[in-house]
């Protein structure tokens, strides 16, 4: 089985920027991606960027979040990092780590809020 732990999540002004961590543990050789969601109260929980770990590490965003996100990759450290810029107050939500293996498994979610 794996785990995910996600962290970094704060408190922000707009404009601002955090890194978030989600680091994977157990077995994650079979993996084939890693990926961010976010929801905000009363939404549904929407794509935010994606990167495979498998092969070469391409990555896919939200039209929303592109230009403002990186999505990175440590395979040494079995860790994918959002690094978030230019945040803006629709950026308010939990983000979800998600694996993508034979199965799917989420992480237990970090509170990112971006104040005026």
């Known amino acids: 089985q794996v785990q995910l732990v996600e962290s970094g999540g704060g408190l922000v002004q707009a404009g601002g920027s955090l890194r978030l961590s989600c680091a994977a543990s157990g077995n994650t050789f079979s993996g084939i991606s890693m990926g961010w969601y976010r929801q905000a109260p009363g939404k549904q929980r929407d794509f935010v960027a994606r990167i495979d770990t498998a092969t070469g590490g391409g990555t896919r965003y939200a039209v929303s979040v592109k230009g403002r996100f990186t999505i990175s990759r440590d395979n040494a450290k079995n860790t994918v990092y959002l690094q978030m810029s230019s945040l803006q107050l629709d950026d308010t939500a939990v983000y979800y780590c998600?694996?993508?293996?034979?199965?799917?498994?989420w992480g237990q979610g970090t509170q990112v809020t971006v104040s005026s």
């Open positions: 998600q694996w993508i293996g034979p199965y799917t498994i």
